[in-house]
């Protein structure tokens, strides 16, 4: 079936570094995405959110790039700290609209790991 | 705090008993939903509420899970007859209702371990 997949399951950077997490998504349908951070014993984080009607947005530190043409999704953390260090999830809103919003289709997660 | 509550943290059954789990929401949040997470995966959507109405239900949520949210602020998740298969860290989550997707806050779960 269609879903949400990452290409690396795990990443492992030195502090100070620019941190690149990507995601490939197969539902063209999809119009919503989102990225959460999870740190074990916790629920996953809001982190970033961008619709299918833009193809960058930027935060605190981090910024979502959405490329529709090939359907990959990625997030960029700038100078990551060792407090990054979580499992980061790319998700997906496969329906459009109605009683459907919420109703996310979660990636299996990459692991981050800073050194200090 | 202000974010999403849920009660218990941690449950350990045993296999054939009932469970009941609740979840409060972001106060001004009026959507509610229910995922659950096994160990390495992303969490999975089970249910969702807008106010007090169910409008959406998984086909993993098997006729012995039922979740309500009867005056549209909190909700339980109650699993009857627990089965191992059912060990798994349930989550809830909670958004406002701005006409479209807006982002899910979710709260730190609750891990069922099933014995």
């Known amino acids: 079936g269609e879903s949400v997949g990452l290409h690396l399951p795990t990443l492992s950077v030195q502090e100070g570094d620019n941190s690149i997490i990507n995601c490939a998504y197969s539902n063209s349908a999809s119009d919503y995405f989102i990225w959460y951070k999870q740190e074990s014993g916790k629920g996953p984080q809001f982190i970033i959110d961008?619709?299918?009607?833009?193809d960058k947005r930027q935060g605190q530190r981090v910024t979502v790039l959405l490329n529709k043409t090939v359907k990959h999704l990625s997030l960029q953390i700038a100078a990551t700290q060792p407090g990054d260090s979580a499992v980061y999830f790319c998700a997906e809103n496969p329906s459009a609209g109605g009683t459907s919003y919420g109703k996310l289709t979660f990636g299996q997660g990459t692991i981050l790991t800073v050194h200090p | 705090d202000t974010g999403v509550s849920q009660n218990p943290r941690h449950k350990i059954t045993k296999r054939g008993q009932n469970v009941t789990f609740r979840c409060d929401p972001i106060s001004e949040h009026n959507r509610l939903y229910w995922y659950r997470q096994t160990l390495g995966q992303g969490p999975e959507f089970l249910t969702y509420f807008q106010n007090e109405a169910q409008l959406e239900k998984s086909r993993l949520l098997s006729d012995r899970f039922s979740a309500e949210r009867p005056k549209g602020s909190f909700s339980t998740l109650e699993i009857q007859r627990t089965e191992q298969g059912d060990s798994a860290m349930y989550l809830c989550a909670s958004s406002l209702d701005v006409g479209g997707n807006s982002p899910l806050h979710f709260g730190n779960g609750t891990r069922l371990t099933v014995t």
């Open positions: 961008i619709r299918s009607n833009m």
